[in-house]
């Protein structure tokens, strides 16, 4: 049985390993994309695609796809997957990227790969990269979203969506709610979802699985045990 936490419950699951394990939030960000690498990685060997777009939001979901980015540049992933392209994005303005997530792209940065920053001006660039991936990775928004997905992020997932890649989504597909599975305004239409330290609710509800495809869970690297008692479980997904 695998448990299931919803927004509350997540927001405190990392809280408390934060504040009262004294995990920085800067390494279970950095489990959390090295573990979404590794599955991305596995993807990539079963198939014979080579090149990924990384299409990232300003917030902490973006981070996550920073590290995605790093651990997909390095010589090991290259040394196994032979001419591997590796492309980023980011939707919206860069100087929005705070904490953690500001830490993570400066790390990617000194790999040699700078993301391409996206705006209404631009957007045909991110488009015409998407038509020629085969993997799309979506780390534009996580589970904190709550609002209808509107303007340039719409316009991105609509791109990325229309993209014949295999799309991989970063704890789960962006635009889709949390709680209840259903789309806000408009979700990406993934192919796998990789969630982070334990599945939502709005990905095993009947519309939310739809949109989810095939799911994967990445374990953070802390005392889940000791946390959970105090977050509590809003369900357990039975044969997991």
Not at 8 to 20: K, L, N, T, V, W
Request: hydrophobic content about 45%; aromatic content about 2%.
């Amino acid at each position: 049985m695998q448990p299931i936490l919803n927004r509350r419950q997540i927001r405190e699951y990392d809280r408390i390993a934060i504040e009262e394990l004294g995990v920085p939030g800067t390494t279970l960000m950095g489990n959390a994309g090295r573990g979404a690498a590794e599955i991305i990685q596995r993807l990539l060997a079963e198939s014979t695609a080579k090149t990924i777009t990384i299409v990232c939001g300003t917030g902490n979901n973006g981070g996550d796809g920073f590290v995605v980015a790093r651990h997909l540049r390095s010589p090991l992933a290259h040394e196994l997957i032979h001419g591997l392209m590796v492309r980023v994005f980011v939707i919206g303005e860069s100087g929005r990227i705070k904490g953690d997530a500001a830490t993570k792209l400066a790390e990617l940065r000194s790999t040699g790969i700078d993301p391409t920053v996206i705006d209404e001006n631009n957007l045909a660039v991110l488009m015409q990269a998407l038509e020629t991936s085969e993997i799309v990775v979506d780390a534009i928004f996580g589970t904190g979203l709550t609002r209808p997905v509107i303007g340039l992020e719409a316009e991105a997932i609509k791109a990325m969506n229309a993209s014949k890649g295999l799309r991989v989504a970063l704890d789960l597909p962006s635009g889709l709610d949390a709680d209840t599975g259903q789309a806000l305004g408009i979700a990406v239409r993934a192919s796998h979802t990789v969630s982070f330290a334990y599945l939502k609710p709005g990905l095993v509800t009947p519309h939310g699985r739809e949109l989810a495809g095939e799911l994967h869970t990445v374990d953070l690297g802390v005392d889940s045990g000791q946390i959970l008692a105090k977050t509590g479980v809003l369900a357990h997904l039975m044969g997991a």
